[in-house]
């Protein structure tokens, strides 16, 4: 029996999920968590809510109450088809469906499987990061691999194909039909360029990597066509993951000193949110690091104030929940929204920056950061935000890999629309590469829907192997720190391999 722990804000609430017909992680389907609480009294709790009779089997994952008794909460089960009230009844019933990992195409089965299985030996997640560090940090001929072609065949079979969507509008196009045929309601894509400011390295000295104003301004240029070449692959309804700092020193240097955005940028800004307009695409913009982040806040709020004038919206901030002050932050984004009558467009991810960010100020243990993710999700799904007077429109792109919390936030969200009450609209996204037991279950449970259940979408990251590299590093430093949850990923789809050698 497998054992996750979730604390909330004032209660220490034990999870417990145990596979229902295998004793491998092979489906989130048919895992069912049962939560015994040990609280005494939480200001975070959703108001008792008892499901009707229909949903049975969905439960807020806090309970208000003293010891309450052991108690389900599934994640995946179409919401309109009633709920069987019997353990036997619900195997039966998930046992007519494929499992979710059934969506996808052997190939990519088989690439996931072999790297799940570096990434699970931390031997060969150590051998690798000092390969990528020193792949980003030299830009000799034998470490580039955009110029040595063996040092770029390695990379790309080893981390790059599983991780990244491709090198040129050829392949990302040919990602994305992949992975919309797959069910997913959409893709984000993002061109993976960015600046990365190591601890002996500072913003300005980055800025004298190029010398001349015009060589700056080039850089603002490159990333403006990067930015419309990413654009010009995606379609309604899909994001533009956007990051400030691939623009280049003029632009970092002025996201580290709090100023407005350069002439420049302002007006490439422009263009891109004007043709995202136009083919209704939505556009987020990705959290980087603290010494740039207040900036990234403050330009971003401004778009958001120009572009999500209308119920739905169209920009989104990252906030990310490893940050001890990140609940501050939000509750002055929805004050502002509020008061300004503007939607405020949500990204939550926890963070990816722990390696080289300041250190106080992150969460001083993986718990609380998950506390802290886990709370914020259950604030504004309800609606109700501590120092919010009132509630702005809020969209929520619920961005995580942990299966708790995944599950957790998304069944708050459906009791809540099931029951009528007050929520704000959600989509749930994860990595390429990382998680795809979720995403498919999440895929296959709107599917199962007809309709009704969450939006799942993949979100992609494009460019040349040498500009993915840190994007690659950040993901491998993701999954050592997770090696169990690998492990779990590993045996998903070790079972999934064996139920199609089995089938044949
Ligand atoms: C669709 C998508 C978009 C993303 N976009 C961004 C982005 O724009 N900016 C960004 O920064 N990240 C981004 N991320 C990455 C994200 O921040 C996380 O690094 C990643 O998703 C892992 O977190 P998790 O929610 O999956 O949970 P888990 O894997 O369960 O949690 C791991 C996370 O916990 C935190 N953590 C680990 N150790 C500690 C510790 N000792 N103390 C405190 N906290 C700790 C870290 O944030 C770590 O990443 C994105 C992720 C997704 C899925």
Not at 73 to 102: T, W
Not at 271 to 277: G, S
Request: charged fraction near 20%; proline fraction near 6%.
């Amino acid at each position: 029996m497998k054992r996750l722990e979730v604390r909330s804000l004032r209660s220490c609430v034990s999870v417990r999920a145990r596979p229902v017909t295998s004793p491998s992680w092979t489906s989130l389907q048919r895992w069912h968590v049962s939560i015994s609480s040990t609280t005494t009294k939480s200001t975070l709790q959703s108001p008792q809510i008892t499901p009707p009779a229909s949903s049975r089997r969905h439960v807020p994952v806090c309970s208000t109450t003293t010891k309450s008794p052991p108690q389900k909460i599934s994640f995946a089960v179409p919401v309109q088809q009633g709920f069987p009230s019997h353990q036997q009844d619900i195997d039966a019933e998930f046992k007519k469906y494929p499992p979710p990992l059934s969506i996808i195409p052997t190939t990519t089965l088989l690439r996931s499987l072999l790297m799940t299985y570096v990434l699970s030996s931390p031997h060969l997640v150590n051998l690798s990061l000092p390969l990528l560090a020193a792949i980003y940090h030299k830009d000799a001929f034998l470490l580039n691999p955009d110029r040595n072609p063996v040092l770029r065949f390695v990379v790309r079979k080893l981390f790059y194909d599983h991780f990244c969507a491709g090198e040129n509008e050829w392949e990302v196009r040919e990602t994305i039909v992949d992975v919309k045929g797959m069910g997913f309601h959409g893709v984000i894509l993002g061109y993976a360029k960015e600046t990365i400011v190591g601890q002996s390295t500072t913003a300005s000295s980055e800025s004298t990597k190029i010398k001349t104003t015009s060589a700056s301004e080039q850089a603002i240029l490159d990333w403006k066509e990067g930015t419309l070449r990413t654009l010009s692959m995606l379609g309604r309804g899909d994001f533009l993951a956007v990051k400030f700092t691939g623009a280049g020193p003029d632009v970092t240097e002025a996201l580290a000193h709090n100023q407005p955005p350069p002439a420049l940028m302002s007006s490439s800004l422009s263009e891109i949110l004007a043709q995202a307009r136009k083919q209704n695409t939505r556009v987020w913009i990705d959290a980087e690091q603290q010494i740039f982040q207040p900036t990234i806040d403050a330009w971003t709020l401004d778009l958001m104030k120009s572009y999500n004038t209308a119920s739905d919206a169209m920009v989104y901030n990252t906030y990310q929940a490893y940050l001890k002050f990140t609940p501050e932050v939000l509750a002055r984004h929805l004050r502002v929204a509020q008061g300004e009558g503007w939607t405020l467009g949500v990204k939550l991810v926890r963070g990816a920056y722990i390696a080289v960010e300041r250190r106080d100020l992150i969460h001083d243990k993986i718990e609380d950061t998950h506390r802290a993710y886990d709370g914020i999700v259950d604030r504004l799904v309800k609606r109700e935000f501590p120092g919010v007077e009132g509630f702005p429109n809020v969209q929520l792109m619920l961005a995580s890999h942990n299966a708790n919390s995944v599950a957790r936030g998304y069944n708050t969200w459906k009791i809540r629309l099931e029951q009528n009450l007050p929520t704000i609209k959600m989509e749930i996204g994860q990595l390429q590469g990382m998680a795809d037991e979720i995403s498919c279950g999440l895929v296959q449970e709107r599917l199962l829907g007809k309709g009704v259940g969450p939006r799942a979408f993949k979100c992609l990251c494009w460019g040349s192997v040498q500009e993915c590299v840190n994007f690659l590093m950040r993901r491998v430093v993701e999954n050592r720190g997770c090696l169990g949850r690998t492990e779990m990923w590993m045996s998903g789809l070790k079972g999934e391999l064996w139920r199609r050698v089995k089938r044949g």
